[in-house]
């Protein structure tokens, strides 16, 4: 099944911008819920990509007082958002304001 929705999302793909790539690819999700694909496209920016699975990489990082997202990724799926390095990703959270800076802080340290 996973492999189907795969194909499907290619086939209706091809040709098109990257940006348009990865909104249309989270539209067409069926693993990422209305209301986190509506979180989500808040923070698609042209370098995000979409990979299966239903994970959102490269989102816009939030200006949040107080929060610093240096060294991090900021990342999306159906159970919410997170940081991540290239060996580690943080606990899931309803919005990028909710990570707390421990949490970012400890994930930029492993990489």
Do not use: C
Request: hydrophobic share 25%; net charge positive; charged share 30%.
């Amino acid at each position: 099944m996973l492999i189907d929705e795969q194909q499907r999302i290619l086939s209706l793909i091809i040709n098109e911008g990257d940006y348009s790539k990865t909104k249309k690819s989270l539209s067409l999700s069926k693993s990422i819920g209305k209301e986190m694909k509506e979180e989500i496209q808040k923070y698609l920016s042209g370098g995000s990509t979409y990979h299966e699975g239903g994970r959102v990489h490269g989102l816009k990082k939030p200006k949040v007082k107080g929060k610093q997202f240096k060294g991090v990724g900021l990342g999306a799926d159906k159970n919410g958002f997170y940081v991540y390095t290239h060996r580690a990703a943080s606990k899931r959270y309803k919005s990028p304001d909710k990570i707390p800076q421990s949490a970012i802080d400890f994930i930029e340290s492993t990489g």
